[in-house]
């Protein structure tokens, strides 16, 4: 396993049209981040998952966006009826929780990101 | 809401000269990372500092976290080209999971 893995890498799809996007987080990695990062801006906080449960979501995220990590590896993000202004790079990212009720430093581990063109 | 502000947002800079980028907040991490970001790819985490006041050299990068832990900075020594990239600095709190970014400091290292 040499680290997180993200597909497409890229994708260009037209207005209206749904898209759905995969990340492969390190393998014994129980956290698991989307991020939304737009030209000249750092990553915006989407979405966590602990394991398969989805424990956060960004209010500024619209229910056009949907995520799941259905058995705690592996998530999908999905975007339906897409808009030009979803045009950005879709970063995920995992971590993990030391247990023994000590909190790790949250140190993430990025995917290479997949970059959305809404036409 | 807590916000992380970066500066400075550009800089340009020739080969071996030295320069440092800031990170600052009003609120206080309890541990702030930094990453480096090449185009078209995700951020690499370079740094955890934990401690307020804590220095941690990474070769010709010195990072430096604030007694409060509300700031931090890094220091490049003899910037080379390699060194281009965006520098995003993240802040994190204990037991929690959202990590904060900064919008990130843009530098180009010129040959």
């Known amino acids: 396993d040499t680290g997180v893995s993200q597909n497409p890498r890229h994708k260009i799809t037209k207005r209206g049209q749904n898209v759905t996007f995969r990340c492969d987080p390190i393998?014994?990695?129980?956290?698991l981040y989307w991020y939304r990062q737009t030209l000249g801006q750092g990553p915006e906080f989407l979405t966590y998952?602990?394991?398969?449960?989805?424990?956060?979501k960004s209010r500024l995220l619209s229910d056009r966006f949907s995520a799941e990590r259905p058995k705690g590896s592996f998530s999908t993000l999905e975007i339906q009826r897409t808009e030009q202004g979803d045009s950005a790079m879709y970063l995920c990212?995992?971590?993990?929780?030391?247990?023994?009720?000590?909190?790790?430093?949250?140190?993430?581990?990025f995917g290479p990101g997949t970059r959305l063109t809404v036409l | 809401t807590q916000l992380l502000e970066q500066s400075p947002q550009f800089l340009s800079i020739q080969e071996g000269e030295n320069l440092t980028v800031y990170c600052n907040s009003s609120?206080?991490?309890?541990?702030l990372q930094w990453y480096r970001q090449e185009p078209g790819e995700g951020p690499v985490l370079l740094v955890t500092?934990?401690?307020?006041?804590e220095v941690k050299k990474l070769k010709r990068l010195t990072f430096q976290f604030g007694d409060a832990r509300k700031d931090s900075s890094l220091h490049i020594t003899a910037a080379q080209p390699g060194d281009t990239g965006l520098y995003l600095c993240?802040?994190?709190?204990?037991?929690?999971?959202?990590?904060?970014f900064g919008a990130g400091t843009r530098l180009f290292v010129k040959a």
């Open positions: 500092v934990v401690t307020g006041g």
């Open positions: 993240a802040g994190a709190n204990t037991g929690g999971f959202k990590t904060i």
């Open positions: 990212a995992s971590s993990l929780r030391a247990s023994g009720g000590l909190s790790s430093y949250n140190e993430q581990f």
């Open positions: 609120s206080v991490f309890s541990s």
């Open positions: 998952f602990q394991n398969e449960a989805q424990l956060e």
């Open positions: 393998s014994e990695h129980n956290r």
